[in-house]
């Protein structure tokens, strides 16, 4: 097959695909499932007979949203090769193995994370909010940004080349939502030469509740295509975001969810240790959160929990709270919250 002409969503294409790849016998039953969820690429779970199952992952060159977003698609080989790394930085058993990748089709295979299992989004979304998984979620980053940090040399190198996150997150969060509100235009354009400028750490760039899956109690983290050589404080605030968005959204758990993402900081703090930076991360990372939270209400990807009233009042909140800028996280998030509720 040529380049762009397989489309893994398609049973009829997939079954030849994986026959042609000697990974299926012609006539062999296999059970095919396409995965929801994701905008920027095809997913697919597939199981054999003898109880193996892998998934995947097929990226496209338009993303499958509202507003015209594009990106280049051999960027799932930067996704190999995250997910090779991450074997070796990240906590035992939290990422899936690597088991296949056609630089051709920009496929690649890995193995399924073990049924049963849930989707952390769609946990939190319906209230399920445990202390344990929100630790673990602030254990792996730390441990993870610590780690490359440690090896920094080599996977400065290897992850040097930034054009994915700067198609997959500068443009469509910061430059486009800047275009979109004039009155965060400045911050964002110095919220984006900064994080231009720090190049401490390996940063997954999609830190993200829905790239976690929860099986027997263990967070397992998915979805590498943005990873990168560059500022770890973005992962912190894009994980923030998640949290307020939610505490906005389950109004009966807001108070929860707010001293969910206080649980989470501190917990990357600790685990975070002493590495050089560490004391720059605070102040930028409640930069990257206000920038995110902005970006998920204006930006080229909004949250689709939020209702137009809800991305209004968020917005709203972002831009009062830039007008005195807070540095620490924990100030941040009783600002923050306090202004979603009744006055």
Known sequence: MGANSLNIEDPVSLRRYLTSAHMLVNDEPITMAVLPGGVSGRTVFVQWPDGRARVFKQALPKLRVAVDWFSDPSRIHREALGLRWLAKLAPPGTVPGL?????????????????????WKTMLLAGKLEDDHVRQFGRWLGTVHRHSWQQGDELASAFDNRSFFESLRVEPYYQYTATRVPDAAAFL???????????????HGDFSPKNVLVHSGRLVLLDLEVIHWGDPAFDVGFGLTHFLSKAHHVRERRADFGRAASNFFGEYVESLGDVSWAGSVEPFAVRHTLGCLLARTEGRSPLEYLDPAARERQRDAVLALLLGLPVRVDDLINEFIARLEPR
């Open 99 to 119: 088991s296949f990748v056609d630089a051709d089709e920009h496929v690649l295979g890995m193995d399924a994370v073990s049924r049963p299992h849930e989707n």
């Open 189 to 203: 354009g110095e919220l984006i030469v900064d994080t231009r400028s720090r190049r401490q750490a390996l940063v």
